[in-house]
C-alpha cells in the first residue's frame, strides 16, 4: 500500500514544529542581521566613508538613535509575536485533527461493532455509518481503513441460497436480506467511484480489495473511475444477473481480474477505457455467459488475458478501437465459445494477433474476423 498518498499523522505533525526557543533566538538573530544590513546599506548609499571619530552627539541625533533602536526591537517583537502565532495556529490545527481522530475512532467503534451484528437491518445501517466515515475522514489513512472494512464483509463466507422451498423459507429470507446488505456496499463502492477524484465523497485512488467476492446480480459501475491505487477483483465469481462497467475508466494504477470466473449473466465493458496502467485478465475462466468489450477504448498500458480460458460463452470486442498499448493473450485457451473482433479500429496493440495469427495490418484492423471454438 503506496504510502506516499496516505496524510501524515498527528505525531508526524507535531515533529515538524521547530521548539519554540530555537525559533525565537533565529527569528531574533535574523531581524538583528536585517536591520543591520539595512543601516549598513544606508551607510553605504550616502557615501558615508568616515565617521569623525571627534564630533559631538547633539541631542537631535541621540534622539533619531534612540527611535532606530525601538524601532528595531520592535520589528524583531513583531516577527517572535509571528513566529508565536504560527506555532499556536499549527498547535491548535494538530489538536483539531486529534479531536477528529478520537471521535471519528469512536463512530467507526460503533459502526463495526453494527456490522458486525446478526441482523441484517443492523448491518445495512453500519454499512452507510462506515460509508458516511468514509466521507468525512479527516485523513486518507481512515478512509482507506472504512473502505477495507465494506471489502472484508465482501469477502466472509455466506451460505448459499436454499431456494423457494417452503420448508426452508426462513434461511432464504436470511439469504436475500444478506444479499441486500452485500448489493448495497457494491453500489456504494460504485456511486463513489463516479465522484471525480478530490471532490467530496470520491473514493478514487482508495485501494480496493474485493478479492474472493461473489457478485451476483445487477451491479453498477458505470461510469465508475479506478485510477491510482489497486483495485484488486483477484478470484471473485461474477454470475446472474449484469454487472455494468459501461463508460467506466481504468487508467493508472493496477486493475486485477485474476482468476475470477464470469458465469452466467452478462458482464459489460461496453464503452470503457482503458488507458495507462495495467488491466489484467490473467486466469481467468469466461463460461456460460457473455463479457463485452463493445465500442470500449484502449490506449496505453496493458491489458493481459495471459492464462485466460474461454469456453462456452461470448466474448466480445466489436467495435473496440484501438491506439497503442499492450494486449497479451498469447496464453489464453479458446474452446467452446465465440470471441469476436468485428468492427475493431485502430493499430493493433501488440501481441495482440499472436493469437490470431495475423499480419498486423497498419491501419484498420481485424474487420469481420471470428475466432471459432478451437478443440
Known sequence: ???????RSPNERELQLSRIGRALTLTFAAAVLVAGGVFYGLVVLLDFQEIDSTAKLDAKTLFDLVKLSFGVVAGAGALVALVVAYRRQR???V???REATRLHTERFTQAVEQLGSDSPAVQL???????????DAPDDNLRQTCVDVLC????????ADPGEDPAHEQEHHRYLALRKVRHTILRLIGDHYRRPKGSNRSWQGCDLDLTGVTIDGNIDFDGATFSGGRVSFDGATFSDGI?????ATFSGGWVYFGSATFSGGIVSFDGATFS???VSFGSATFSDGRVSFGSATFSGGRLSFDGATFSDGTVSFIGIAFSGGRMSPSSAMFSGGTVSFSDATGPAPEGLLDVIGTPTPQEVVLPDIWLPANP
Open 276 to 278: 495507462g496502467g495495467w
Open 152 to 159: 472484508a464483509y465482501l469477502q466472509l463466507p455466506f451460505t
Open 125 to 135: 445501517g453500519g454499512v452507510h455509518a462506515l460509508a458516511g466515515l468514509a466521507d
Open 1 to 7: 500500500m503506496a504510502t506516499s498518498r496516505r496524510s
Open 95 to 97: 489538536g483539531a485533527h
Open 91 to 93: 498547535v491548535d490545527e
Open 243 to 247: 454487472v455494468y462497467f459501461g463508460d
